[in-house]
């Protein structure tokens, strides 16, 4: 197995750094202390780390990774949010302008990402990962739709990345009952690719991005073109549907029952309403 060691850091940007090994780069998430949850910064610096990457020649494979013991844990929920000028979450900015770029840049990126999966990757952080083209998974990690947990709907595309990978019935299942999915169950499903024993994860991982980036880059870029076609011909469509979905879910009092009730750690009392 390839040598953690071998990736160099490159660039610090606070909640999230860079990593080069030759023509591969890694990305990882890097707010351990909130379970890499998202912020407005950590949105920003993503975004701008997947352009970044996505437009450098010398980059042929990524991976995305997180710091310490989660992925993602989603949106941090304690963070004070921007509204809009009658007092709601301005939720539709923050996903067409920080979020939408991140999925859409990781899905027409012309060259493999491989996300490795160290933990829980819950929200918008289970979104991330499966805009990925290749998904390897801890043991002991697992895939969330939380949204419905606070009175949201799943966004960040996944309502076409999780139905497109495990069909409708397996997709409802995941957005309505809000439940976590294990990474062995995840294979199994076909949400992901492998799953890997905790303490070989970023060895593997390291391995099979060092071969990508090794590959015939135009190549994977062909085929992940075409495949997008075939499967992902909507998705700008479908990220706009989302954002306004969820701008209208973000002024209703079940969110602010949901968001209240996760900040206080208490079963939430949904009204519907």
């Given amino acids: 197995m390839t040598s953690a060691t071998e990736f ?7 909640v999230l750094r860079v990593y080069r090994s030759g023509a591969a780069a890694k990305i ?3 707010r351990p202390e909130r379970l890499n949850a998202w912020d407005s910064d950590f949105g920003i610096a993503l975004r701008d780390a997947i352009r970044d990457v996505g437009g450098d020649s010398g980059v042929r494979a990524v991976l995305v990774t997180g710091a310490g013991r989660a992925f993602s844990s989603g949106a941090d929920l304690r963070e004070q949010r921007d509204t809009t000028a009658d007092g709601q979450p301005d939720t539709y900015s923050r996903l067409t302008e920080r979020y939408h770029p991140i999925i859409t840049g990781i899905r027409r990126m012309a060259k493999p990402v491989v996300a490795a999966v160290n933990g829980p990757a819950v929200g918008i952080g289970c979104s991330l990962a ?4 290749l998904i390897l998974a801890a043991e002991s990690a697992y895939f969330l739709l939380a949204f419905v947990n606070i009175g949201l709907i799943p966004d960040g595309g996944s309502t076409a990345l999780v139905p497109s990978r495990v069909g409708l019935a397996r997709a409802a299942e995941l957005a309505m ?3 976590r ?4 169950a995840a294979l199994d499903w076909g949400l992901i690719n492998r799953v890997v024993p905790d303490d070989e994860l970023t060895s593997y991982a ?3 991005t060092l071969r990508l980036a090794a590959g015939p880059t135009r190549s994977y870029a062909g085929a992940k073109r075409a495949l997008n076609a075939w499967v992902y011909g909507r998705l700008d469509d479908q990220l706009e549907l989302e954002a306004q979905l969820q701008q209208e879910m973000s002024g ?3 969110f602010a029952e949901g968001r209240a009730a996760f900040v206080q750690k208490r079963p939430p009392d949904f009204t519907g309403t």
């Fill in 8 to 14: 160099e850091l490159t660039a610090d940007r606070g």
């Fill in 28 to 30: 990882e998430l890097h």
């Fill in 130 to 133: 499966l805009a990925c083209d």
């Fill in 177 to 179: 009952l809000g439940e």
């Fill in 181 to 184: 999915l294990p990474a062995p």
């Fill in 206 to 208: 390291h391995e099979l």
């Fill in 252 to 254: 209703s009092r079940d």
